[in-house]
């Protein structure tokens, strides 16, 4: 098997901001598997939160380089299984576990959510993201893409306002991430009047270890509140479904399709509702996203749509929010 590594700079439309950050451009990796004339391609972007760099990832990566091109890949699981057992970050195992189930189910000649069973004409759509800016610039965004459903980024002193000011230019359904930014009084006290304003759930409100306030908003809050920063790996499912109404799950933070489908599973046997969100990745990674979308309550893989320019081909997101899937097996994904 070969491997090779190569790192992106995506421009991005628009500077985009959270309650934490803000950038203009975001670095990826892209990861390439390739065997019996067959290319995997998986996908993972940097991420300063979690101290993540596309060079600390390559550097991780190179250090068993010889051992994953001598690795006999007969089930994607198996190999994911040999890269947690070799101490690899979440994010790098991320690209090599999207790569290893593109590459799979190109040998097998199958889209993956034909290998899992869950067909592709059932399925949530995605929202399109509104960074903190200027209400004027928010506005301008949203007119700028016309969209079904909006997840609005607050975290500011006047976040009801701008919800308010935002609600004038759309009938669009909205969402809510305040990434961390909020208390549990603020947030038991925003539910209401967000809720008003056609707010479908809040999304990790409060910080991440916060979960006596998080105990307070799930028997407050008059919405239904999505963990995120709250949720990283397997192990947080559980503890996540005490605290919140569902989970966001990120491939990149859990360590690929591999968890996600085992995190999916265990949700939904607890009763929660079951996100999957990107982390502005492009087609690479989208189009592995998509593979899971049938499975999911909600989803938020706008990743190329907030791009000046995509690099690769797969999954195709229209107007409507709705999924035109490759005819390519896999994920479906070319780079260009």
Request: glycine share 6%; aromatic share 8%; hydrophobic share 40%.
């Amino acid at each position: 098997m070969q491997l090779d590594l190569k790192k992106y700079v995506l421009a991005l439309k628009h500077t985009f901001s959270i309650s934490r950050e803000s950038h203009d451009f975001q670095n990826t990796l892209i990861v390439s598997l390739s065997l019996e004339g067959k290319t995997g391609y998986g996908e993972t972007t940097s991420n300063p939160y979690y101290n993540i760099t596309v060079e600390s990832m390559m550097a991780e990566i190179e250090t068993i380089r010889k051992e994953i091109e001598a690795f006999h890949i007969d089930h994607p699981e198996n190999f994911h299984a040999f890269l947690t057992s070799k101490k690899l970050s979440n994010f790098a195992i991320c690209a090599l576990d999207l790569a290893a189930w593109d590459l799979f189910g190109k040998l097998q000649g199958k889209p993956l959510y034909n290998i899992w069973g869950t067909g592709n004409t059932s399925y949530p759509i995605t929202n399109y993201t509104i960074g903190i800016a200027p209400v004027e610039k928010m506005v301008e965004k949203m007119k700028e893409m016309p969209w079904p459903i909006y997840k609005i980024k607050l975290g500011t002193d006047d976040d009801v306002a701008i919800v308010r000011a935002l609600r004038e230019h759309t009938d669009a359904i909205f969402r809510i991430d305040a990434n961390c930014a909020w208390s549990a009084s603020e947030t038991i006290a925003n539910a209401p009047l967000l809720k008003d304003l056609g707010v479908e759930f809040l999304e990790q409100p409060l910080k991440a270890d916060d979960w006596e306030g998080m105990e307070k908003v799930m028997h407050h809050s008059v919405l239904p509140v999505i963990a995120d920063e709250s949720c990283i790996v397997e192990s947080d499912v559980q503890k996540c479904a005490l605290h919140y109404s569902g989970i966001n799950i990120k491939l990149t933070k859990c360590g690929g399709i591999t968890p996600a489908l085992r995190m999916i599973a265990e949700a939904k046997e607890m009763g929660i509702k079951v996100m999957i969100g990107c982390m502005t990745e492009s087609t690479v990674g989208i189009s592995a996203i998509a593979q899971l979308v049938p499975q999911l309550d909600y989803v938020d893989m706008d990743g190329p749509l907030l791009l000046k320019g995509d690099i690769a081909d797969g999954v195709k997101i229209l107007p409507d929010g709705k999924l035109v899937f490759s005819e390519l097996n896999g994920t479906g994904v070319t780079l260009r």
